[in-house]
């Protein structure tokens, strides 16, 4: 189905990774696939990244230039820590959701979007949405399917699984890492 996607789970479970799958699996596998990691852009560049900009809405911006929304059009974007995005910039996400078009800053003429969102957070996202952090609304539009990811501590029989695949992978060098038969 072509719905919004929420993956939680701790840090370092592999949100990226299943957002990656659900992209690879879905009618939009060879369309694009667009990242942001929200705890990485400043307040001041979010809505830039996201939306893009004419030249000369601020100073710097020399040429227009379209946003990551933009550029995922066809395929899926993937907010990475949807959870620490500043409160005007979830508003704006929002309309995004609802209308399927986007407003470049400094531009009076929308453009229509087809991507399909996949979010990830690591927080609980009720829980911020209580302390007035994370918009209700917004979650409703993102929560359209849960995926939640246990820490590997609670999938113990994965490890061995995990292990042969890292280490099957090139080093460096070039070269695989081997593994014991026992491991």
Excluded: W
Aim: hydrophobic share 40%.
């Amino acid at each position: 189905a072509d719905v919004s996607v929420l993956i939680s789970g701790e840090t370092g479970v592999g949100k990226e990774l299943c957002a990656e799958m659900v992209h690879r699996q879905s009618p939009r596998a060879m369309r694009p696939f667009v990242k942001l990691n929200c705890s990485t852009i400043t307040e001041s560049l979010i809505e830039s990244e996201l939306f893009g900009h004419e030249r000369g809405a601020f100073t710097g911006a020399t040429a227009s230039t379209p946003g990551l929304l933009e550029a995922g059009h066809g395929g899926t974007v993937f907010l990475d820590e949807i959870g620490e995005l500043p409160l005007l910039a979830q508003a704006k996400l929002l309309r995004v959701l609802e209308e399927r078009v986007v407003r470049r800053v400094g531009s009076t003429v929308g453009r229509t979007l087809d991507i399909r969102f996949v979010c990830a957070t690591n927080r609980h996202l009720p829980d911020e949405i209580e302390a007035g952090r994370f918009r209700r609304d917004l979650y409703y539009r993102i929560n359209g399917v849960t995926i939640t990811i246990p820490p590997l501590r609670e999938r113990p029989g994965e490890i061995r699984a995990l292990a042969r695949a890292f280490a099957v992978r090139p080093r460096g060098n070039g070269s695989p890492t081997t593994l014991a038969e026992d491991v």
